[in-house]
């Protein structure tokens, strides 16, 4: 269909399930309200493809730029937010069922951008299928070293940052800090997250994708070494910042490194495969959480984020390895160059 037409079925159904959220909380319908936020999910998945979009309309070595620009709009997002949410709240006779209802007309903006989009033009049914034909299989894609790492890198980002973000107002309140206070570690960590999209692709620009996300594990590993060794609420806040910073290093890094990996006619089976797995093992991640925190703790829950980062560097060793190999079989040379060297 093409990603304008995708996109505005998206934003409808964000409009469903702002009004479907706001009418469960009027008759008090828990099942209701439980669909409502399942469309709310729906709706996000959609809006998760508008950094691939952005990728897929400028040229190669800015693809970065543009993702993290996208991302980037999640600064708008923190400040916007729960400040909707908090002007909205009390209006009416019920609580919050007016903040609810603020996404379908979030929504409705959404529908009226994206119905601007202007798309390459689309390809006949028989390109299409000619295409489909000549297309790698996703296997095959998949298999390669470049699509694993930026598969690693974006599931490990973003699994370590929700399972510990989720445990952080717990561990808080266990460690006698208020609510209050909570909420101001959660928004320094959310700025963590976006903040860094203004520049973090002029640094993949400069410096490469590799380098980045390498340089967001060790942000994360600086995360762990803060929160492990103390829980003053400077520890907190601080952790949580670069845990931000880890992320967006990580999942930009993973996003931007993905976008180079296949051909025009396979980006919508890659992009959805990519998508798919990382928000499962991120949906784990994020229940495994209060498991790890009722049973190990604080600490107990950031040292579990230890073997997942080292995945992470054990697959950048393997691919070095490999990569000095081939290059000392003179795989990179052209074939009268190889014959030279052979010689």
Known sequence: MGQRKAFLIGTIIGVLAGMLSFYAILKNSFVLFVLGNTLIGVCQ???QYYRFAAADSVPQKIKGKAISFVIGGGVVAAIAGPALARSTQNIGAVSFAYSFLSI????IISFL??????EKKRITAQQKDF???????LGEIMGQNKTILALLSSAVGYS????IMTATPLAMHHCGYSGDDSSVVIQWHVLGMFVPSFFTGTLIEKFGTGRIILSGVGILFLHLYLVLTGTDFLHFVSGLIFLGIGWNFMF???STLL?????EDEKEKVQAFHDFFVYIIMSISSLSAGVLLSRWGWKGVNIAAIPMLLIVL???????AKHKKRKKSGWFLTPRKRIISNK
């Open 314 to 320: 054990g697959a950048f060793a393997i691919m070095k």
């Open 160 to 163: 370590v940052m929700i399972m």
């Open 104 to 107: 379908s007309f979030l929504s």
């Open 252 to 254: 930009v890094g993973g």
């Open 131 to 137: 295409q489909f034909k000549q297309s790698r299989p």
């Open 259 to 263: 976008s180079k990996v296949y051909r």
């Open 45 to 47: 998945a959609f809006t």
């Open 113 to 118: 951008v994206n119905f601007g989009l202007k």
